[in-house]
Structures are given as C-alpha cells and as structure tokens.
C-alpha cells in the first residue's frame, strides 16, 4: 500500500505561488508514477501533472510553463510548485500513486486564488 498525504494549500493573491507536498508511506515510493489532479468547484476532476518513476513530466496546457512537478525519492515526496497563480486554479488538489492496477489518492490540499 502506498498512504498520501497532501500539504500547502492555502489563500494566496492572482501572481502569488504556492507549493504543495505530498508525503508517501507504506510502500517502495519508487514503484509508481504520481500525478497531481484537481477539481475546481463545479467541474470534473483534471490532471493537472505527471512524474514517471524516471523523472519524465507532463503537464496540462493550462498550467505548463507555470508549475511544476517533481519527486524526491530519497524522501518519499512528490511536489507541485505552483507560479504565476490564476483564479481559475483556484480547486482541491489531488496527489496520485499508480503502480496498476493498483491506484492511490490522498484526501486533498485546497488553494484559493483571490484578490
């Protein structure tokens, strides 16, 4: 099993920039890819970032050139730096483990952009 953790969020101003953590415990962190989802309020659930278990990203066109994944296998963390803060980012976000079949999700970090 792999248990997610996210940390981070929070309310920041349009231009401001965040990063959230996701802490893994219970498995080879290794293992997986992880992703970063969202859901904004009303919407559907997005990918918004991708790490494979060798460090390759992608990223929605949304959010590229404005955030970015990366991982720390050494410390069991996944992270997501967020820049250049849009209201429309504004959503509870998501960090996932995948090994498939088996997929993991933690219980979500809330950010808010607001002036």
């Known amino acids: 099993q792999v248990q997610l953790v996210e940390s981070g969020g929070g309310l920041v101003q349009p231009g401001g920039s965040l990063r959230l953590s996701c802490a893994a415990s219970g498995s080879i962190f290794g293992r997986y890819d992880m992703n970063w989802y969202r859901r904004a309020p009303g919407k559907q659930r997005e990918l918004v970032a991708s790490i494979s278990r060798s460090s390759r990203t992608n990223y929605a066109d949304s959010v590229k050139g404005r955030f970015t994944i990366s991982r720390d296998s050494a410390k069991n963390t996944v992270y997501l730096q967020m820049n250049s803060l849009k209201p429309e980012d504004t959503a509870v976000y998501y960090c996932?483990?995948?090994?498939?079949?088996?997929?993991?999700w933690g219980r979500g970090t809330q950010v808010t952009v607001s002036s």
């Open positions: 996932n483990a995948v090994h498939l079949p088996t997929s993991y």
